[in-house]
């Protein structure tokens, strides 16, 4: 049965990708569903390893269709960055998390809300100014995390935009660091406070040879440059002491919470388990 399975998968990816047909029909019902609130974010909660507390969550998208069930992001952000339809839907991610952190503040839980913000975006001249209307206009505590790959296509503008963002407040975490190729030199440029390391090497972490070094080496490297380190994709009790012992500063991933709806979030910062 186990073969079957492995078996399964092998032929699930080699699945014919998405026809232009499919892309057009996705981003028609996409943009629809923006407007019908189908969207929704899921929080996963970052923890502060020496703090022991939850200083900050992260927002997921996920999309509820009427009759295709939760749409994970990986099945439709890409849609939605290739036809123009990522900006709407961040500036409603945006909105949407403002309205949950002043809410969680409210409830005495002053947590820090991160979202995802595509590369093309931070080019954007219409959404940086949207954007800094919606967050200007609110005392939200916010963050937004980029990935290191989406800096590369236009540098100055993405450095210079990052920096208005900053100086709303908003605390910059770069991505799935280790991922891409970002030299030391790079970073520095960046108005980034905080490191994410990539899931693949933390999921790794306690297996391989290669991956405890990295790990080390980019969690000195961040503290160099006065950035604080997030570990994501911690699973392991294994992981999250080793990850203790080499100094990171903050842990996320399934062993400590999955991304919940927003009310779960909520219980668990008032009672420490789901329901
Ligand atoms: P990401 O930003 O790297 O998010 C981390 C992904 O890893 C999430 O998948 C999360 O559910 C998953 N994850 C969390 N903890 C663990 C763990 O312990 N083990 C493992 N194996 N996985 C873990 P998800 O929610 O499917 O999101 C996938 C990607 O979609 C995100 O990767 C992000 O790049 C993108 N995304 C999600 N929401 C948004 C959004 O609002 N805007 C944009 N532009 N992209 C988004
Ligand atoms: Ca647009
Ligand atoms: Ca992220
Ligand atoms: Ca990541």
Not at 44 to 65: C, D, F, G, M, N
Not at 121 to 140: P, Q, W
Not at 196 to 207: G, P, Y
Not at 260 to 270: A, I, K, N, T
Request: charged residues 25%.
């Amino acid at each position: 049965l186990a073969e079957a399975r492995v078996e399964y998968r092998v032929v699930t990816h080699t699945v014919p990708p998405r026809t232009r047909l499919d892309t057009i029909q996705l981003a028609r019902e996409l943009d629809a569903a923006i407007d019908r609130e189908e969207l929704v974010l899921h929080y996963q909660p970052k923890v502060h390893v020496r703090r022991q507390e939850i200083t900050s969550a992260e927002a997921l998208v996920r999309w509820r269709h009427p009759t295709r069930g939760l749409v994970m992001p990986n099945d439709f952000i890409p849609v939605a960055e290739e036809c123009q339809l990522i900006d709407r839907m961040t500036l409603w991610t945006i909105r949407r998390a403002i309205a949950d952190q002043r809410a969680l503040a409210t409830r005495g839980h002053d947590l820090r809300l991160f979202i995802n913000i595509a590369g093309q975006l931070l080019a954007d001249t219409a959404f940086v100014r949207e954007a800094c209307d919606l967050v200007g206009g609110s005392d939200a505590k916010l963050g937004f995390e980029i990935t290191e790959t989406s800096v590369i296509r236009d540098p100055a503008s993405a450095i210079a935009n990052l920096q208005i963002f900053a100086d709303f407040g908003i605390t910059i975490a770069i991505d799935d660091y280790g991922a891409g190729l970002s030299s030391l030199a790079y970073l520095k440029q960046l108005p980034a406070r905080e490191l994410k390391i990539d899931k693949l090497f933390v999921t790794q972490l306690t297996s391989s040879n290669r991956d405890p070094l990295i790990v080390r080496s980019t969690i000195d490297l961040a503290h160099a440059l006065e950035m604080e380190v997030v570990a994501e994709g911690v699973e392991t009790h294994a992981a999250l002491a080793l990850l203790t012992v080499m100094g990171c500063d903050m842990v996320q991933g399934f062993l400590i919470s999955r991304p919940v709806v927003f009310d779960s979030l909520v219980q668990y910062l008032e009672d420490g388990r789901h329901r």
